[in-house]
């Protein structure tokens, strides 16, 4: 039965910043929907077991469009407060140029940073009513005015390629009262963000949470870092 909290959808969120916003939106008494990549257990599973009646979890690889389907018809008859795409994928070698990256693992790092993101919020951009907000995690490396090392090409790219995907998306929904979010959450201690990160998962995701709560009041496009502040195209 749907729930009477608000609830998110968060896909990407077996661990990382993904698991940490499910935790942290559970905390602030929303449903949350998370959904994981193949069939091993994650922490997402153990924080369903402490909350089975406000956890959901469901399988899905975003860059599988039958699973991303499953997943729309898993959801059949329910409404969505939120909708957030956690992806986030680099090189082997971080630093890597186009001149040297394979072929398969460029296209390996696009597919999951930006077409898979696009095609999971094109297939449920319908459950989302006006005044809810669609968003999905960039980056500021996503940032083509505030590039000034040319460091981390490849990842570089792809999350300004979903940012301007984000914005062409926005643009053809302008009517639909939602608001839509490029956030990047800073550099963050995670897998993808390494050691060396400043800020930890409990520092910067409560700021996360707090700015994307904030931007469901305010319809159209926003490209945000945890402050709320808009971060330069």
């Known amino acids: ?27 602030r008494g929303w449903h949350v929907i998370g959904t994981v990549r193949g069939a091993d257990r994650t922490d997402l599973h153990d924080l369903a077991d402490r909350h089975p ?16 389907a499953a997943l729309d018809t898993r959801l059949a008859g329910r409404t969505l407060d939120m909708l957030f795409v956690n992806a986030g994928a680099t090189t082997h ?72 995907a984000l914005r062409s998306f ?19 201690r995670t897998d993808l963000g390494g050691a060396s990160a400043p800020f930890t998962m409990e520092e910067a995701i409560p700021m996360v949470a707090d700015t994307l709560h904030a931007a469901r009041a305010t319809p159209g496009m926003h490209y945000l870092d945890r402050f709320g502040a808009t971060v330069p195209w």
Do not use: C
Request: negative net charge; hydrophobic residues 45%; aromatic residues 2%.
């Open 1 to 27: 039965m749907p729930s009477p909290d608000p609830n998110i959808l968060i896909a990407g969120a077996s661990r990382g910043l993904g698991l940490a916003l499910a935790a942290e939106f559970l905390a």
């Open 170 to 188: 926005a643009a053809r929904d302008a009517a639909g009262g939602r608001a839509v979010v490029a956030m990047a959450p800073g550099w963050i």
């Open 93 to 164: 070698d971080p630093q890597v140029t186009m001149g040297h990256v394979t072929d398969d693992e460029f296209a390996q790092v696009m597919a999951t940073n930006v077409l898979g993101p696009m095609r999971v919020i094109q297939a449920l951009a319908h459950r989302v009513p006006a005044g809810g907000l669609i968003g999905a995690m960039s980056s500021g490396q996503g940032s083509i005015a505030n590039n000034e090392n040319g460091r981390g090409e490849i990842y570089r790219s792809s999350k300004a390629a979903l940012n301007m």
């Open 53 to 68: 009646d406000r956890v959901e979890i469901a399988p899905l690889d975003i860059t599988d469009p039958a699973q991303i």
